[in-house]
């Protein structure tokens, strides 16, 4: 299984929204109807953290400003309005612990 | 709070073995799975691989490409996961997470990297 993330670099200007996205060479939709795909992001100088899960679901602090959609091989990570501490490498992540993989990543950086 | 702190990184010579080792605190270790990461110089994150906890038989799985070069372990008693690297090649240089996981019965076959350390680098040379 092989995730595909675009743009590898995305410059973008403080206030403006910005997209990622992710295609997986199979579907990451399960039987149980959920999507196993997360989102991580990883900060200048830090350790990955966990920002998006199943897809839609924004982990625990992580502001409304991310959103994250997409079904089967698609899956898109929205920034409705970038901010300054929003730069680092974001990852998308097939979930599935018999096959985790982590996509290449795209570099998010102020423009 | 949940602290992974790695340890054992260092410079090695190629066909050596290196065992990294990662000291959890702050949760009850015996109770989650617990697994790796690393990233070589100036690329993106790749899976190693996992030891689930006791209650699901410590089983480990691996990511592809380093099945039967990496085991992973765990000693409960001491709140301790390892990462026994048997014959370390230059591409294996890189910074080592040691992550905590998470898994949900709802959600079968799902594992979520919850916490993680700051990494323990490794330089084959």
């Known amino acids: 299984l092989i995730l595909t993330q675009s743009p590898v670099s995305l410059p973008v200007t403080p206030g403006e929204p910005a997209s990622i996205s992710c295609r997986s060479s199979?579907?990451?939709?399960?039987?149980?109807?959920?999507?196993?795909l997360d989102w991580y992001v990883q900060k200048p100088g830090q350790s990955p953290h966990l920002l998006i899960f199943m897809g839609s679901t924004r982990a625990s602090g992580v502001p409304d400003r991310f959103s994250g959609s997409g079904s089967g091989t698609d899956f898109t990570l929205r920034i409705s309005r970038v901010e300054a501490e929003d730069v680092g490498v974001y990852y998308c992540?097939?979930?599935?612990?018999?096959?985790?993989?982590f996509g290449g990543g795209t570099k998010v950086e102020i423009k | 709070e949940v602290q992974l702190v790695e340890s054992g990184g260092g410079v090695v010579q190629p066909g050596r073995p290196l065992r990294l080792s990662c000291s959890a605190s702050?949760?009850?270790?015996?109770?989650?799975?617990m697994s790796w990461v690393r990233q070589p110089p100036g690329k993106g994150l790749e899976w190693v691989g996992l030891?689930?906890?006791?209650?699901?038989?410590?089983?480990?799985q691996y990511a592809a490409s380093l099945r039967g070069t990496v085991t992973i372990s765990r000693d409960d008693s001491n709140g301790i996961a390892y990462l026994q690297m048997h014959s370390v090649k230059t591409e294996d240089t890189g910074l080592y997470y040691c992550?905590?996981?998470?898994?949900?019965?709802?959600?079968?076959?799902?594992?979520?990297?919850?916490?993680w350390g700051q990494g323990t680098e490794v330089i084959v040379s």
């Open positions: 199979q579907s990451l939709m399960q039987n149980n109807g959920y999507n196993y």
């Open positions: 030891v689930k906890s006791r209650r699901y038989g410590e089983t480990t």
């Open positions: 992550t905590r996981g998470l898994h949900y019965e709802l959600y079968p076959g799902y594992y979520q990297l919850d916490s």
């Open positions: 992540v097939q979930a599935l612990q018999t096959a985790f993989s």
């Open positions: 702050g949760f009850t270790f015996g109770d989650y799975p």
